[in-house]
């Protein structure tokens, strides 16, 4: 983890920003590598990463870890967090006020990680950083699958992977899908890196 990642950590472990924290039994901060090219923005928490102060480690995120399998990605290679940090109650949607309170974490992990493509999914993913970001209106089956330059990195919309367990027929396909569109992004950009320091060599 760089010292960046570790301050941000340090202070989503002991934030008290929102009525949150009164009710958590462990704050995610999220977990991957610091260098990640790939970061994936979920919700919230819920009971089991409340529980182990992991994120992703319920049923939907099984279910992740599958579909990134499946679209060539280890989950071991990716960034993941969710856009509030704390478990709501009874796993109820995040509050505005909460999503607010927040959503600097985010943007600072971001970047600190500085990857090539940002990955928002779901609803509140997308919600949270639409405005900020200026992405298109319309929901998420309208304008996933797109990347959206945005200088630094792109960003990917894709389905919630709990969104996914719901309609596995149609989202599952359709995530690793979007998946590989993220990861070959990636390897383009490799690509030119790599080209680089050849020509480097050379001279
Ligand atoms: N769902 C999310 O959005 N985030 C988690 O960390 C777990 C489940």
Same mark, same amino acid.
């Given at each position: 983890m760089n010292e960046e990642l570790s301050r941000i950590r340090a202070r989503i472990m002991n934030c008290t920003a929102c009525p949150l924290h009164v009710g958590r039994k462990n704050p995610v901060p999220g977990e991957g590598p610091a260098d990640a090219p790939l970061l994936l923005v979920g919700e919230a928490p819920g009971r089991e990463e409340d529980e182990t102060g992991r994120p992703f480690v319920g049923m939907a995120g099984r279910l992740l870890t599958e579909m990134l399998k499946e679209a060539g990605v280890p989950r071991s290679s990716v960034y993941i967090t969710s856009v509030i940090k704390c478990r709501p109650p009874g796993n109820?949607?995040?509050?505005?006020?909460? @999503?607010? &309170?927040?959503?600097?974490?985010?943007?600072?992990? @971001? &970047?600190?990680?500085?990857?090539?493509?940002?990955v928002l999914m779901g609803n509140v993913a997308l919600n949270s950083l639409k405005e900020v970001w200026k992405l298109p209106g319309g929901n998420i089956g309208e304008i996933s699958g797109e990347l959206y330059d945005r200088g630094d990195f792109k960003v990917l919309v894709t389905y919630h992977p709990a969104g996914v367990l719901r309609d596995r027929r149609r989202k599952r396909p359709l995530f690793v899908s979007h998946i590989r569109l993220a990861e070959e992004a990636v390897k383009k950009r490799g690509e030119g890196w790599l080209g680089l320091r050849l020509e480097e060599f050379e001279g």
């Open positions: 109820r949607n995040p509050k505005k006020g909460e @999503i607010e &309170a927040c959503r600097g974490y985010l943007l600072e992990q @971001i &970047a600190a990680v500085r990857p090539e493509v940002v």
